[in-house]
């Protein structure tokens, strides 16, 4: 059956309503319930991202460039834990899903691997985000969405705030706001520099409404992007990203805010 861009291979429902999967030979994506992409992948390149906002939530690399304990909260299909699984060997990634239903698939139809670096918990991510017997991440990616919009809770202080204190010493938190609900993306921001100490630094995904923001417990590292550092350009070839592109465009939207910390 045809339906959005390809065809449809799945369809089900949970107790937070639909669930389809679509596939047009080339790509798989995830819907609940409408046209927009939860989460897509490339079939015969599992490890790589699709999505322009999830490429843009990877420029966190250029803050911290070798994570080894990272938190996803949102799993979706799996296309940012199967990036940093692919291509971070010594990173372990937990990943929070609030529906099982969702995980479930994306084990079956996006070849999320079953490894032991990662473990998913069906959990509430407040909940989960103050449990403070699990390592300190170097890397939160927040990123947890329904056919709505982004998900009740995520722009609350008091979960931000149990988001910096999940960080690591270095850790960066990215997290994917999504610029049309202009109250609460204004709401969200005014929260991270509350918790943070510090404005988010922001990057909108071009083409889209999305837009990430970046904040950390530290100091950002100064970083020369003009060129890009060889360990940078290193790393941007190993994982097919754009961070050159994406070093400059966050000078570019960030003024004399971003000129103090990469002068």
């Known amino acids: 059956m045809r339906k959005y861009h390809g065809n449809l291979i799945h369809r089900s429902r949970d107790g937070y309503g639909p669930i389809e999967i ?11 319930g409408n046209g927009t992409r939860q989460s ?109 919009g ?3 809770g995520m722009e609350e202080r008091d979960f ?8 690591s010493p270095q850790g960066i938190l990215a997290a994917n706001l999504w610029g049309r609900e202009r109250a609460r993306f204004k709401l969200t921001l005014s929260n991270l520099h509350a918790c943070f100490g510090a404005r988010p630094l922001q990057l909108p995904a071009e083409g889209t409404t999305n837009i990430i923001t970046f904040s950390a417990g530290h100091a950002l590292p100064k970083l020369g992007i003009k060129p890009l550092p060889a360990a940078m350009k290193t790393l941007e070839a190993r994982c097919g990203l754009e961070l ?14 971003w000129e103090r910390l990469f002068a």
């Open 22 to 32: 679509i596939d047009d030979g080339h790509t798989r994506s995830l819907h609940f």
């Open 244 to 257: 050159g592109k994406f070093a400059r465009r966050l000078q570019q939207h960030n003024g004399t805010w």
């Open 160 to 167: 931000l705030h149990a988001c910096r204190a999940a960080l």
């Open 150 to 152: 982004m998900a009740p």
């Open 40 to 148: 897509a992948a490339i079939l015969h390149q599992p490890g790589q991202l699709l999505l322009v906002y999830t490429r843009v939530m990877m420029s966190c690399l250029l803050f911290q460039p070798a994570p080894r304990h990272a938190l996803l909260i949102g799993l979706g299909g799996g296309s940012l834990a199967k990036f940093l699984l692919h291509h971070f060997p010594d990173c372990e990634v937990h990943a929070v899903e609030r529906r099982a239903a969702v995980a479930k698939l994306a084990f079956a139809y996006f070849q999320l691997p079953d490894t032991p670096r990662l473990q998913v918990h069906i959990q509430d991510a407040g909940q989960f985000i103050q449990d403070t017997r699990r390592p300190p991440y170097d890397l939160i990616l927040l990123d947890a969405y329904d056919e709505h």
